[in-house]
């Protein structure tokens, strides 16, 4: 199964909640994207929503589970959101399943880490091995190209190195 669905952009004052979960049958991949923006960069409305709460749970039936949880309040009275308050674009990545194997995870790890050390001003990621066969990836990002840029070449990369597939273009509106 591949995910990849547009960036959130949470408007001035909005309250967001999303969860999205996903169970893996034994011999099954996921690809499974989610990004959000600070707000709606444009109108200098950066991280002024009110509140976002946000889940991915990913279990594969053969054993193992991924679980991202997050709740960001930027406007709460603290720093906005830490370190990621420089950046206008936060997402996560993960590449999970049987489907891999230790050659096919390691080959796609380093490719994932070439492509961001490939924008080092423009995007800032980490890749590591979650409790489940796969890779996860987090990424922040200053610019909404950069994001889209690294998101499509990280696809190619993953459908070359699970199945010698091409990614098709993808249709945003």
Do not use: C
């Not at 039936?61 to 679980?67: K, M, P, Y």
């Not at 995870?105 to 990621?125: C, F, I, M, S, W």
């Not at 987090?138 to 010698?164: C, M």
């Amino acid at each position: 199964m591949e995910w990849l669905p547009d960036v959130t952009i949470p408007f001035s004052g909005s309250r967001y909640e999303q969860r999205i979960r996903a169970t893996l049958e034994p011999g099954s991949t996921i690809i499974l994207w989610d990004a959000i923006a600070s707000g709606r960069v444009a109108r200098g409305e950066r991280w002024a929503f009110a509140e976002l709460k946000n889940e991915i749970a990913i279990d594969i039936v053969s054993g193992g589970r991924v679980l991202e949880r997050y709740e960001l309040r930027p406007k709460s009275g603290g720093p906005p959101v830490g370190l990621a308050s420089e950046w206008d674009y936060a997402a996560s990545l993960f590449v999970l399943g049987e489907g891999l194997g230790d050659g096919g995870q390691k080959r796609l790890e380093q490719r994932l880490y070439d492509l961001t050390e490939r924008a080092p001003n423009q995007v800032l990621g980490g890749i590591s091995e979650p409790a489940a066969q796969g890779v996860a990836v987090k990424l922040l990002a200053s610019i909404a190209p950069a994001l889209t840029h690294w998101l499509e070449s990280a696809w190619r990369e993953i459908r070359r190195t699970l199945w010698d597939l091409a990614a098709p273009s993808l249709r945003r509106y």
